[in-house]
């Protein structure tokens, strides 16, 4: 039987083709991929198999991908697609430091991560700071390798001295010997293996190294074997390859450093790990690649003899029920709000040696069990917050106490509102907490799934509250032990086993301010918790309505931190410009104290307290498109205008930037400059470039060339799937300043951006790229949004497209009242308004969790234009709104169902060219989806099969034909639809609004109602039958008397109705009666 999911507790990551070639070479076994819940941005590819007793998930990063952040998104990925992952293996080649006599490395040697010198194992450094200036700076301190194969490793190291050779040479050969692998794996001629000097470099005229002086040689005494040796140790892991002799042999001493690489970095913090690297080089310029395969091979076979050592950590065991709760709960996530999302991979931490004494009192309050629950760190708009937000996330998440996260962001949908804030919470501490977390959250939407879309304090109470106060922890460790009491903010925070931290960023960027009220409130509760210790550390400016909130909570909530107030500050700037212009003036060969320290000294003043102003500064002197001395006079020299700091510096870039146009261009520079930038700091939601580029209407070549200038204030990733988007929200509030318009010709009018944006939009959904009937070509009516392929979506409607339909009623919202729009609006609503819904529908967007509400979005259309003389579209626009109303279910998740539920609204240009004659099977199980949750009743004496439903407050009871032919629907409000499956779209309907109860009799064949109305002072009662199949009434039966609800039954004899009424009227006393009905005849008794 193959494993679940559940069963693959250890992870193998490798950075290079042949490393996982070599992987899957020393697999035991291959396992079929099971079934796992996989994220849409999972973009990695994963092979499954076994070593021993141990089921092992293996992934490599993306081609021509390297490096240590490809390595964290890699394996944070893996772990979301696999929670009941523990421990992994980074295994591949390496550069080998040698340091004679002490470390004897050579090529072909293994070299495994293991706690030396007060280090973990894996030391993270800065490459460039290192080999510009000859000196290390080390930028984080990483976990050590997991307990489990710290032992393992000192068994083998204890066998070892003993006299027991190592295995993995004997998986070497064996593997070679089955000629299962390229003659390439082969161990190279002991000749190849050549140790030149330090600080004799390599000729790049020359591609080997035949003629390399070989008196410049390292001389070294013969081995007693040829084989690979061992080595543990610490093993540096940086952003760039490592090929200086002179840096390596200085980190070796300074260090103990035995190995350079590029990934481990990224995953000792994301997924406890150890580290095994074939040594291939000696990290010199005297690299080749003779020795890769070898040494990669000799690394798997190492990383095998380890597993088949390794102790069974239950890997063979069952899925834990916490693991299939977490697999199979479904919870709306805000898109990028959480740390390490791929959107957010290069947002910048701490530098080094940086907001000490900040970071010192939030790791006190962090680990002291006697602190508040809350930290309230505010500050002033670009003093740093959400840097520091991502270090201290990141420090907690090193040592598994990152309960959840949430960072808002002005300018991105999902995390402008807190609509999705606690939901997503939710989902992150459901996943970090192994227990009972996940069950009861999954109880709660069983009982209710309505939750998600409930008001705020309803979530967080059923979602988060709840769970929490009767919490209990997974039998197989609900939570991790930290093991290094001692650890800092700088590396790991040491806290109680039964602590989570949740980290919010930037709340003051949630729009909602009832909202910002609501989330302080709710998370100021979890301090009543006692079954596990859930704290807060969050941040924002000091803004109303956060200031006042937090001031009325009860005493002992919480404890805050002023950062502008903070007397490093200035010290701390400093540091960062000092190191940022030392890079640069390394990197654009200026003298080694450029600029100054008189300059240095000037900046300072100039950015204290503002890290956003420094920061800003050194994008702009830094992009290699303008000369960095005047950038540096250009600053330094800025006029005071009577504006803040931070747009002095913006006004400062944008002048520079309008002066270095011709003028027989700027012209023509601003108006683009405008259009492109507008649109960007206007959209709800950010675009990458490739999407921008179509959604203005341009070339990707012509957006790029015009954002290049700005790269200092706009955030261009070189990936092209990663939005661009202001780095700071303080750029945004420059550009839409009133204050400042005339002060800088570039400026932009927030409405301009949004109207600018609402044309394109326009433009895109009619265009011949946009919106028309059956946007995916589906086959059938019948085909579900569940059931079509994600890449159908992407492949028929374009991300530009998506944004769109979901987004043009935010910018129509938000630009002028200008009449020039109405025209435009209405001819969309003619030819397209269907078929917008059809795609709100395929992209989940007529759900609980949609970006707003298609009958808010037709209100405010209609509201905008002008309707006197346009009655026929205000006449569409309502039948639209009662086809939303009525047939909303089917729609939502039936796309093709909108051009079927209302025949009038259907012209030529909406007629669909599919079977829209679904079977009855269809029609029967599509009915039984939109009645979710409902009563099931059978009689097999009778030809019929009814059900009864309350699933949604209007919809109670429907019955079927068992040969399929025919529904009846009935609606709470009296209308009863008759739906076949000859005639899909069209419906029989009768009844009146009055009906208080319907109920079927005589097997489902008719259809029993109880009224109830008013004339004069006299309240009457009535009963009704109408025959399902035809829609005749049959029956109509008056009493002055009230009917009770709970009356409707059916008598023995199936000709018979049975009902018996308690009546009242207003003038006389209570009273029972019965009342016996013919049914066929329609008399009554």
């Known amino acids: 039987m193959e494993p679940e999911a559940g069963d693959y507790k250890i992870g193998w990551i490798c950075a290079l083709p042949l490393e996982l070639t070599s992987a899957v070479a020393v697999l035991d076994k291959r396992h079929e991929p099971p079934n796992y819940a996989r994220n849409s941005r999972d973009d990695n590819t994963y092979i499954f198999g076994q070593i021993g007793c141990h089921n092992i998930v293996i992934t490599c990063l993306p081609s021509g991908s390297y490096g240590v952040t490809s390595a964290s998104n890699a394996v944070t990925k893996m772990r979301l697609a696999f929670p009941a992952m523990e421990i992994g293996l980074m295994v591949g080649i390496g550069g080998g430091a040698p340091m004679l006599p002490k470390n004897d490395i050579r090529l072909g040697d293994i070299v495994v991560s293991e706690p030396a010198f007060g280090l973990g194992g894996v030391l993270q450094y800065d490459f460039g700071k290192t080999v510009q200036e000859g000196k290390f700076v080390q930028t984080g301190v990483l976990n050590k390798p997991p307990g489990v194969f710290l032992k393992t490793i000192a068994k083998m190291k204890s066998d070892y001295l003993r006299g027991q050779e190592y295995k993995f040479k004997d998986i070497i050969q064996e593997l070679l010997e089955k000629e299962s692998l390229l003659i390439t794996f082969r161990r190279p001629a002991i000749e190849t293996d050549r140790l030149f000097r330090a600080d004799y470099d390599h000729s790049e005229e020359n591609v080997s190294c035949d003629d390399c002086d070989t008196s410049l040689l390292v001389k070294r005494q013969p081995r007693v074997h040829d084989g690979s040796y061992v080595h543990y140790g610490v093993i540096a892991s940086g952003n760039q390859v490592m090929k200086h002799g002179i840096t390596r042999d200085q980190l070796a001493e300074e260090k103990g450093v035995l190995c350079f690489e590029m990934e481990a970095a990224g995953l000792m913090d994301e997924l406890p790990s150890l580290v095994i690297r074939g040594i291939c080089d000696y990290c010199d310029s005297h690299k080749n690649k003779g020795w890769q395969s070898y040494a990669a091979l000799a690394a798997a076979a190492f990383a095998k003899e380890v597993l088949l050592q390794l102790p069974s950590q239950g890997t063979g065991q069952k899925t834990s029920n916490w693991f299939k709760d977490i697999n199979t709960l479904n919870l709306p996530r805000a898109k990028g709000a959480c740390f ?90 459901a996943r970090s907490l192994r227990g009972t977390m996940a069950s009861s959250i999954k109880n709660a939407l069983k009982y209710d799934p309505d939750i998600p879309r409930g008001g705020l304090q309803e979530q967080f109470e059923r979602l988060i509250l709840k769970p929490l106060l009767t919490f209990k922890a997974d039998e197989a460790g609900g939570v991790d032990n930290a093991e290094d009491p001692q650890s800092t903010m700088h590396g790991r925070i040491s806290v109680k086993p039964t602590r989570r931290i949740i980290v919010v960023d930037a709340l003051d960027e949630c729009e909602k301010k009832e909202d910002i009220r609501i989330i302080i409130k709710q998370l100021a509760k979890l301090k009543n918790l006692t079954s596990v210790d859930i704290r807060v550390f969050l941040t924002s400016r000091p803004d109303l309505p956060i200031m006042p909130t937090f001031r009325r909570l009860a005493d002992g909530t919480y404890e805050g931190l002023t950062l502008h107030e903070v007397v490093t ?64 006079k250009n600053i330094v020299n ?40 507008g649109t960007i700091i206007g959209l709800k939601n950010p675009l990458p470039i490739g999407p921008l580029a179509r959604l203005l209407g341009k070339s990707e070549s012509v957006v790029y060339s015009s954002l290049v200038p700005l790269q200092s204030v706009v955030d261009i990733p070189s990936d092209p799937d990663i939005p661009i988007k202001p780095f700071h929200k303080s750029f945004y509030d420059f550009l839409i300043n009133e204050n400042l318009r005339g002060k800088c010709e570039l400026w932009i009018g927030e409405q301009q951006s949004h109207q600018q944006i609402l044309d394109r939009c326009l433009e895109v959904m009619s265009g011949s790229n946009g919106l028309k009937v059956n946007i995916c070509s589906l086959d059938s009516v019948g085909t579900r949004v569940t059931d079509i392929d994600p890449a159908i979506i992407q492949r028929n409607i374009s991300p530009e497209l998506q944004y769109a339909c979901r987004y043009w009623v935010h910018h129509l919202k938000n630009c002028s009242d200008q009449k020039d729009d109405d025209m435009k609006i209405e001819i969309f609503i003619r030819h397209d308004i269907l078929h917008l819904i059809e795609v709100l529908s395929i992209l989940g967007q007529l759900g609980p969790f949609s970006d707003y509400d298609l009958n808010e979005l037709l209100g405010k259309v209609k509201s905008i234009i002008s309707w006197p003389w346009r009655r026929s579209i205000r006449k569409k626009l309502l039948k639209v709104r009662l086809l939303l109303d009525n047939k909303y279910n089917a729609i939502s998740i039936l796309p093709l169902q909108t051009y079927l539920a209302t025949p009038d609204l259907i012209s030529e240009q909406y007629s669909l060219d599919v079977d829209s004659r679904p079977s009855a099977e269809d029609v029967r199980n599509r009915v039984m989806e939109l009645f979710e949750g409902s009563i099931f009743k059978s009689n097999e004496r ?52 009055r009906i208080k109860e319907l109920q079927f009799i005589q097997g489902g064949r008719l259809i029993m109602a109880r009224y109830e109305v008013e004339s004069g002072i006299i309240d009457q009662a009535k009963i009704r039958v109408w025959h399902v199949a035809t829609g005749m009434k049959i029956l109509s039966w008056v009493s002055e008397k009230r009917i009770s609800r709970e009356v409707l039954s059916e008598g023995p004899d199936r000709n018979t109705g049975f009902t018996q009424a308690a009546a009242m009227s207003s003038m006389m006393a209570a009273q029972n009666q019965v009342l016996l009905f013919q049914m066929q005849r329609g008399w009554m008794v």
């Not at 606690?422 to 501490?429: P, R, W």
């Not at 320290?597 to 830094?622: G, H, N, W």
């Not at 700091?645 to 027989?664: K, P």
């Not at 009814?946 to 025919?966: K, M, P």
């Open 340 to 429: 390490g999302d791929y959107e957010n991979q290069d947002e910048p931490e701490c530098l080094a040696k940086t907001r000490v004494d900040t970071l010192t009192q939030i790791e006190k309050w962090a680990n002291d069990p006697d602190s508040k629950k809350v930290f309230w760190m505010c500050g002033m708009a670009g003093t740093g917050k959400s840097t520091i937000s991502r270090t201290v996330a990141r420090s907690l998440q090193a040592n598994h106490q990152l309960g959840a996260s949430f960072f808002f962001k002005k300018g991105e949908a999902d995390r402008t509102t807190g609509a999705l804030f606690f939901t997503t919470l939710a989902m992150q501490l």
């Open 638 to 677: 800025v006029d005071q205008w009577e504006t803040s700091m931070v747009n002095n510096i913006y006004l400062s870039i944008l002048g520079h930037l309008a002066a270095s146009r011709h003028e027989t261009d700027k012209e023509v520079f601003v108006q683009e400059f405008k259009e492109i930038l």
């Open 569 to 632: 500050v200035k010290d701390d700037i400093s540091l960062v410009l000092e190191a940022r212009f030392s890079k640069i003036a390394a990197d654009r060969s200026l003298p080694a104290d450029w600029p100054g320290s008189a300059v240095i000294q000037k900046l300072t003043d100039m950015a204290t307290p503002l890290f956003i102003y420094a920061a800003t500064i050194c994008r702009f002197v830094e992009d290699e498109n303008g000369d960095p001395n005047e950038r540096v």
């Open 942 to 993: 009778m030809d019929y099969t009814t059900y009864t439903t309350c699933a949604d407050g209007r919809i109670l009871t429907f019955a079927s034909d068992t040969r399929g032919s025919e529904f009846a629907v009935i609606r709470s409000w009296g209308s009863v639809d008759q739906w076949t499956t000859q005639t899909p779209h069209e419906n029989k309907r009768w009844g009146d609004p």
